[in-house]
T-cell receptor
């Protein structure tokens, strides 16, 4: 069974703290993604990675960085958390196959982060 | 990012009835993929149905079907014989053929009345 696991379901951090959100997938997927979900805005892409140590900015990368040292793990880092980063964060992964581009993305259960 | 618009923030349906969720998107490409994802209160996003733009036939998965109108850039989801377990937020998503990334709409919350 496909699995994307996020390390925390709920997290409360203080303004200015460095925050790590961890995501692990067990499907040997090449692609991994971090999305932010806010009411009325849907899911917005923060960063994605198509291979180990490779990363690309999404639509809202400001204030975030990422790390992918191993294929199965993709970390989202908030260098100095701010209250406007209070949100739901969703990790996803997908297979990259050149001849099968309609592959779906599989999601973790989300981390609800509150910055106080 | 591609623009995906879901104009209905909330929809309510009686159990066993049918509800249709609308989605429009903006693209200049001819080859792409469209998806409907379901997010129940557990927060686990689940793929409901997908459609390849090059296929004229509308996709169907059991009680879920789509009405894909390529010229109108419209991709609506019909849920037939609604069940209590269908209550969730539904997201429409777009992906270009040559890209890895999904662009999502704002979501529609579906409530099912017993």
């Amino acid at each position: 069974d496909v699995k994307v696991t996020q390390s925390s379901r709920y997290l409360v951090k203080r303004t200015g703290e460095k925050v790590f959100l961890e995501c692990v997938q067990d499907m040997d997927h090449e692609n991994m993604f971090w999305y932010r979900q806010d009411p009325g805005l849907g899911l917005r892409l923060i960063y994605f990675s198509y291979d180990v140590k490779m990363k690309e900015k999404g639509d809202i990368p400001e204030g975030y960085s990422v790390s992918r040292e191993k294929k199965e793990r993709f970390s989202l880092i908030l260098e100095s958390a701010s209250t406007n980063q209070t949100s739901m964060y969703l990790c996803a992964s997908s297979l990259w196959v050149a001849t099968l581009m309609n592959t779906e993305a599989f999601f973790g259960q989300g981390t609800r982060l509150t910055v106080v | 990012a591609q623009t995906v618009t879901q104009s209905q923030p909330e929809m309510s349906v009686q159990e066993a009835e049918t509800v249709t969720l609308s989605c429009t998107y903006d693209t200049s490409e001819s080859d792409y993929y469209l998806f409907w994802y379901k997010q129940p209160p557990s927060r686990q996003m689940i793929l409901v149905i997908r459609q390849e733009a090059y296929k004229q036939q509308n996709a169907t998965e059991n009680r879920f079907s789509v009405n894909f109108q390529k010229a109108a850039k419209s991709f609506s989801l019909k849920i037939s014989d609604s069940q209590l377990g269908d209550a969730a937020m539904y997201f429409c998503a777009y992906r270009s053929e040559n890209d890895y990334k999904l662009s999502f709409g704002a979501g529609t919350t579906v409530t099912v009345r017993a």
